[in-house]
């Protein structure tokens, strides 16, 4: 995996969970997420709802199906592109480089692929729309305090639940 992936201390990793919170909020996707966790394994730190993992449901059109399963690929493009904005705009207080973003779309590419079948121009569309919005999210001040505020916390507490989270970013409603 690339170095811009991984997390070089807890403060850095503290930073990229923040992003991920924010990112969940601000989709309105709280349903799907359950808590953050610091201490847990690599790729588990954010506990998701069995329904976001769950692809296929008797109950739901095929149509339905395959919106919902892009629904949740948007989400988690979402949250890996605010975890890297976060860390290098709020942490570091630099900027995404030409190839970091490639990088960023090509995973995003192959995951789309293979969660619901995109083709690569609908991906680059999902995904030009989570970087622009996580873009302004992430350089927008307000942001970037309430995300120093709730990282701190994340590092104190090391877990936090759903409501806990809804709590710590209350502020970003108002914003």
């Known amino acids: 995996m690339d170095q811009d992936f991984k997390y070089s201390n807890e403060e850095d990793r503290s930073y990229g969970l923040a992003g991920m ?18 201490d847990a394994a690599a790729g588990e730190a954010m506990e998701m709802t069995q ?8 109950g739901l059109s095929a149509k339905a199906a395959w919106e919902s399963m892009v629904e949740h690929f ?8 605010s975890n890297v904005m976060c ?3 709020v ?6 480089d030409a190839g970091l973003r490639r990088r960023m ?5 192959e995951e789309g ?7 690569d121009d609908e991906t680059l569309r999902l995904f030009d729309k989570c970087y622009t919005y996580c873009h302004r999210v992430f350089n927008h001040p307000g942001v970037q305090q309430v995300v120093r505020d709730f990282a ?3 590092r104190a507490r090391r877990r936090l639940t759903r409501a806990e989270v809804a709590e710590e970013l209350r502020a970003l409603s108002r914003m």
């Not at 948007?74 to 592109?81: E, F, I």
């Not at 779309?105 to 590419?109: G, I, K, S, T």
Request: charge should be negative; aromatic fraction near 12%; include cysteine.
């Open 74 to 81: 948007q989400l988690s493009t979402a949250m890996m592109v």
């Open 152 to 154: 701190g916390t994340l």
């Open 91 to 96: 942490h570091r207080n630099t900027q995404i």
């Open 21 to 38: 919170a924010v990112s969940v909020v601000v989709w309105d996707s709280e349903r799907l997420f359950n808590a953050v966790d610091i």
């Open 51 to 58: 329904e976001f993992y769950f692809s296929g449901n008797p």
């Open 105 to 109: 779309l090509d995973f995003a590419v």
């Open 113 to 119: 692929k293979e969660s619901c079948s995109l083709d």
């Open 87 to 89: 860390r290098l705009y």
